[in-house]
């Protein structure tokens, strides 16, 4: 009789073939398929000999060797592809049998393969899975979404094969319905991006500001991941600043200064703005590697655009402490602008989502995960309506340990020319958040002025909407108030 899997995988790329490792090593039986059928052969006959993984040829014989109901992962590359194994996969699946989508996909795409799906009686998860090569084969954290009666049968799976936090619990829970899952994922990305920029600009201070060697800076980020700043990233850093290349020079030193991105943490800034959630640190993160690509230009514009000298004698030791302290206030803005943008998400698509829970799924296995996302699960399990991480008191607190280090950081960079756009971008959106009045008071007035878009007056209920006729010859037609 023939041995049958108890989920198949499509794709074996580096993330498929690890997944399949490492579900395998859990004991549970795979089968696999690639388009290039040559690569299924070869990881059969290499990484997979002997285990409990069946090679197939074929979309048929892939779903023929499952168990019922079917559980078939896709780990190809997000967008067309995904919709054309689908539709592959149909005419050979029953109704009830799962299609999970385990690649980096939009959510809206992942919201409107649910409806499709679950439309031909079938169920579909879409399902963030971070950690990279490592994490797909030693543990991930899965944010899995999409048709809720699908969780229960591959719960199983997705709990073991994750990574677990101290206690044993693992990083992967069932996230919502639709494209809660692949959102949640995105969001990740997007913090991701935010936190090695700030890293970045950190390096940079050392670098340029201070004087300090690869050696030096890769031993600050050593300490530094001793405390508060413990983390992947910067554990991650410290490694790459003490790597040498071939002829003992800073590996680091030798690549060039131009940065690439796949999508996720520009979907992350532009749905913010669709949402209308100011996610400028984020934001700023993603316009960083879209200058950093730039380079030509560049080093065109710093033959004959100047700025300051750099100047410091100020006392290098009490420097790196205010950068440190620095750097954790701005991670704290990040993570607080990421999830005030989960909690606008969750009331546009009706999703529950679970805060503290999110948080939990990001402490093992993903690219971010750090003990920092401890104190953000406690926050929640605070109040789980908590509107803004600044507002919790451990991270109030937090900022007002940081807040003088914060700005003489910023100020230094501000008067020596070095580029911090993430720095100062979190202080000030920090600035405005507590800022009970802000001037866009003057704003709608200019609006009203020129468009006659109306505005609300402070001495009247908000709601009401008034136009002035300030040059006496605009008339008393007045713009529908809308906001977009």
Partial sequence: MQRQADIGLVGLAVMGENLVLNIESHGFTVAVYNRTVEKVHAFIQGRAKGKNIIGTSSIQELIGSLKTPRKVMLMVKAGKPVDEFIELLLPF?????????????????????????????????????????????????????????????????????????????????????????????????????????????????????????????????????????????????????????????????????????????KWTSVTSLDLGIPLTLISEAVFARCLSAI?????????????????????????????????????????????????????????????????????????IRSVFLGKIKEAFDRDPNLKNLLLDPFFKQKIEQSQQSWRRVAATAALNGIWTPAFATALNYYDGYR???????????????????????????????????WTGRGGETASTAYVV
Avoid at 249 to 262: C, M
Avoid at 320 to 344: C, M, N, P
Avoid at 438 to 465: C, I, M, S
Wanted: hydrophobic share 35%; with cysteine; charged share 25%.
């Fill in 93 to 265: 699946l029953e109704k009830g049998d799962i299609v999970i989508d385990g690649g980096n996909s939009h959510f809206e795409d992942t919201i409107r393969r649910t409806t499709y799906l679950e439309s031909k009686g079938f169920l579909f998860i879409g399902t963030g899975v971070s950690g990279g090569e490592e994490g797909a084969l030693r543990g991930p954290s899965i944010m899995p979404g999409g048709s809720p009666d699908a969780w229960p049968h591959v719960k199983p799976i997705f709990q073991s094969i994750a990574a677990k936090v101290e206690d044993g619990t693992p990083c992967c829970d069932w996230v919502g319905s639709d494209g809660a899952g692949h959102f949640v994922k995105m969001v990740h990305n997007g913090i991701e991006y935010g936190d090695m920029q700030l890293i970045c600009e950190a390096y940079q201070m050392m670098r340029e500001l201070l004087g300090m060697d690869a050696d030096e800076m890769h031993h600050v980020f050593k300490k530094w991941n001793e405390g508060d700043l413990n983390s992947y990233l910067i554990e991650i850093t410290s490694d790459i600043l003490a790597y040498k290349d071939e002829d003992g020079a800073p590996l680091v030193e030798k690549i060039l200064d131009t940065a690439g991105q796949k999508g996720t943490g």
């Fill in 295 to 367: 380079k030509e230009e560049r080093v065109d514009a710093s033959k004959v655009l100047t700025g300051p000298a750099l100047h410091f004698d100020g006392e290098k030791e009490k420097f790196l402490e205010d950068l440190q302290l620095a750097l954790y206030a701005s991670k704290i803005v990040s993570y607080a602008q990421g999830f005030t943008l989960l909690r606008a998400a969750a009331e546009e698509f009706k999703w529950q989502l679970n805060f503290g829970g999110i948080a939990l799924l990001w402490r093992g296995g993903c690219i």
């Fill in 435 to 469: 800022n009970a009045r802000l001037p866009a008071n003057l704003l709608q007035a200019q609006r009203d002025y020129f468009g006659a878009h109306q505005y609300e007056r402070v001495d009247k209920p908000r709601g009401q909407f008034f136009h002035t006729n």
